[in-house]
T-cell receptor, first 114, second 112 residues
């Protein structure tokens, strides 16, 4: 069965500092990987995705994630965070032929402070 | 753009009561799904549908029923509510296979 592990339930960081949110998945076949962000009292929004091609993917607000097949990881990074990045971040995986049926990790709460 | 609309936003039920959570999408997506979100457990798939007239079970289907009579609507029914069903429920819609999902804003359900 597919699974996703987010090792850190909470990550506190100061504004303008770099951050990395870790995500590992279990797989022996091709995978499609996503990061979603959830702001308070809202639904989830897609942040970025890896479907194929370049292993480094970027979002419009400065986040990036690198697909590492050998380590089965898809860590999310940002070189300089802002207060507005405070939210919960979910890593998700689906496999070829599963029709968008995503398996989510347990989430990482990113708390940015001054 | 409405996207995915869920109603109600909040609901309190007593044990044994039934109710339907509504979900509607205006993006003509084939795929729709229901997730529940509980602290420390992420989102878990309850039921999903790959098109009108087709539904299937997800990871935690017990106690829930769904139907998909139209492309737009995908209601979730709780037949006899239990305190273990206290949760935040999210409906999502998306294209086929591996395209991203669009989520509604959720329904917060409390069962006492």
């Amino acid at each position: 069965a597919q699974s996703v592990t987010q090792l850190d339930s909470q990550v506190p960081v100061f504004e303008e500092a770099p951050v990395e949110l870790r995500c590992n998945y279990s797989s022996s076949v091709s995978v499609y990987l996503f990061w979603y962000v959830q702001y308070p009292n809202q639904g989830l929004q897609l942040l970025l995705k890896y479907l194929s091609g370049s292993t480094l993917v970027e979002s419009i607000n400065g986040f990036e994630a690198e697909f590492n097949k050998s380590q089965t990881s898809f860590h999310l990074r940002k070189p300089s965070v802002h207060i507005s990045d405070t939210a919960e971040y979910f890593c998700a995986v689906t496999y070829t032929g599963t029709a968008s049926k995503l398996t989510f990790g347990t989430g990482t709460r990113l708390q940015v402070t001054l | 753009n409405a996207g995915v609309t869920q109603t109600p936003k909040f609901q309190v039920l007593k044990t044994g009561q039934s109710m339907t959570l509504q979900c509607a999408q205006d993006m003509n997506h084939e795929y729709m799904s229901w997730y529940r979100q509980d602290p420390g457990m992420g989102l878990r798939l309850i039921h999903y549908s790959v098109g009108a007239g087709i539904t299937d079970q997800g990871e935690v289907p017990n106690g829930y029923n769904v139907s998909r009579s139209t492309t737009e609507d995908f209601p979730l029914r709780l037949l006899s509510a239990a305190p273990s069903q206290t949760s935040v429920y999210f409906c999502a819609a998306g294209g086929r296979y591996n395209s991203p999902l669009h989520f509604g804003n959720g329904t917060r359900l409390t069962v006492t």
